[in-house]
């Protein structure tokens, strides 16, 4: 079964809300409990009580399930009873287990060309064009960092600007990003970690949000500046330039400079206005996190939902998080446009099988503590839950970590599911906005892209109201509908894009999540 499928069952077959529990696909043998339900609760028209309390948002048996036999939710497999599993019972961690296997797959079976509005028709949002074709959602200038050593200097420089009074009376400009993280030497040139490293560096270096960028390193380090702009294809110019510590004689000289060349470049960039722009300069990054039993069945198919929106329109939508769509890649490679983008994924999981296993670890470390508790089991129901973000529209590309996105469309990014090194990648590669949806309440921002956060039930939305932009929760109650909800988000995405806060950027989170991939050992 397509996303596209589990999409519609999702919303075709909710009941209604007299029914304590939702039944995603005929075929499932669980449901999901809409609200805490407690022992002899009669669960409607799935029928029988049940058997023992049922926390929110986790599962319940709808019909006799044999030990060993397959656990079914989205009408997919998602594990096997480790017993005899009566009605009525709640189906979690006690009773549930997963066991390896490899799922069917058949290649570009469900491929079809991208269903694009006509362009007189297609909407549009107000960005900033630059000189290179790409538009900018935001208008920052960037510090970017070539190691942990120079960490200190980018702080400084950008809280003279953005808590010095740096920035007062400048307008048409968001502020200054300091762009940190803890390596940068000591590392493999010819590694898998360098190269992330270095992609990452060059791809924010040139990502759209930024008008200006300063690259700052201290002199010594393995990862030297030049080495860097180089393999990005990046020249030096008035709005990118670079200092180094030891050359420029020390901390407070590199300060000092970098201050005076970030207010040249503040100067340059508040010349730049907002024009009307289509949605092909729109890269939307897709991640989840937090998630609990609700994310696959409202906030990340609605969000699908507005992806499709975003591709109809002429953008770009990018699902990541590799070990997050693992046991549910199979509904990606029917959407793959060609065999090689399909064979593209294949290897991608093929790499994290090696990786984990050589780190002594397993793809079903992942669901995490709080995913548990909010009703998730294994990595094969959280992952299609996860792969419901993309929607369904074709697979155009499959981009390693960090990978300049050169293609419109959905298109997928090899990330860790680790949320701040995968926004990240999808930043570097060109996402200029952020779409999150989460169960439990994360609350990251991701500077230069505004980020928004979208909820998977009511509860968590009050309760965390300060940090969640929009309420899929609906969807769970029956007040909402998959459709409308996508729409709402599509259309927040336009005007965040145009230059409205989201949340987080209004309590101006986001400078901590900059997190390139640490792969590779240090020396």
């Not at 400009?173 to 060059?202: K, M, P």
């Not at 990251?444 to 928004?452: E, L, Q, R, T």
Request: charged letters at 20%.
């Amino acid at each position: 079964m397509s996303s596209a499928s589990m999409s519609s069952a999702s919303t075709s077959a909710a009941p209604s809300v007299s029914s304590p529990v939702i039944r995603l696909n005929p075929q499932d043998n669980v449901a999901v409990a809409r609200w805490a339900v407690a022992a002899g609760t009669p669960l409607g028209q799935e029928g029988g009580v049940a058997a023992g309390d049922v926390p929110r948002g986790h599962k319940v048996a709808i019909a006799p399930i044999a030990a060993g036999a397959v656990v079914r939710k989205y009408g997919q497999l998602i594990g096997y009873a480790t017993r005899a599993i009566a009605p009525g019972e709640h189906v979690h961690l006690q009773n549930m287990e997963m066991r390896d296997g490899d799922v069917a797959h058949e290649f570009c079976a469900d491929a079809r060309p991208t269903p694009l509005l006509p362009e007189a028709e297609r909407a549009t949002f107000q960005g900033y064009l630059r000189p290179d074709g790409q538009v900018g959602t935001r208008n920052y200038i960037g510090l970017v960092t070539s190691v942990n050593c120079s960490a200190t200097v980018a702080k400084a420089v950008a809280d003279h600007f953005n808590r010095g009074g740096g920035m007062a009376g400048r307008q048409n400009v968001d502020g200054v990003v300091a762009l940190t993280h803890g390596g940068g030497c000591a590392i493999n040139t010819a590694g898998e970690g360098y190269r992330f490293l270095s992609r990452t560096l060059g791809g924010y270096a040139r990502n759209p949000n930024f008008a200006g960028i300063v690259m700052i390193g201290l002199g010594c380090e393995t990862n030297q500046i030049d080495l860097v702009m180089g393999r990005s294809a990046l020249t030096e110019g008035p709005m990118l330039r670079s200092l180094t510590i030891q050359r420029s004689g020390g901390t407070r000289k590199t300060i000092a400079a970098a201050i005076e060349i970030v207010n040249e470049m503040l100067d340059e960039a508040a010349k730049v206005p907002r024009t009307t722009q289509p949605l092909s300069g729109l890269k939307v990054a897709l991640q989840c996190g937090g998630s609990d039993g609700y994310s696959g069945i409202s906030a990340n198919p609605a969000l699908g939902y507005a992806a499709d929106l975003i591709v109809q329109n002429g953008g770009t939508a990018v699902l990541s998080e590799t070990p997050e769509i693992y046991g549910a890649e199979h509904l990606l490679t029917r959407r793959a446009v060609t065999p090689d983008v399909a064979e593209k994924l294949i290897s991608r999981i093929e790499w994290w099988r090696d990786y984990t296993a050589k780190n002594g670890a397993e793809l079903n470390n992942n669901p995490s503590h709080g995913n548990k508790a909010g009703g998730l089991t294994t990595i094969l129901e959280k992952s299609l839950g996860a792969v419901a973000k993309g929607g369904s529209m074709p697979l155009e590309a499959v981009y390693e970590y960090a990978e300049l996105i050169d293609r419109t469309g959905f298109v997928f990014m090899d990330t860790p599911g680790y949320d701040p090194v995968a926004v990240t990648g999808q930043v570097a590669g060109g996402c200029n906005i952020v779409c999150f949806t989460t169960g439990r309440g994360s609350v990251s921002g991701y500077k230069p892209a505004p980020c928004i956060k979208i909820a998977t039930n009511t509860e968590m939305y009050e309760h965390m109201e300060e940090d969640m932009d929009i309420n899929c929760g609906g969807i769970v109650t029956g007040d909402d509908t998959i459709e409308a909800a996508g729409r709402r988000i599509f259309e927040r995405v336009l005007a965040v894009a145009s230059g409205e806060h989201s949340l987080s950027e209004t309590f101006d989170y986001g400078d901590n999540e900059f997190v390139p991939w640490p792969l590779g050992a240090v020396t």
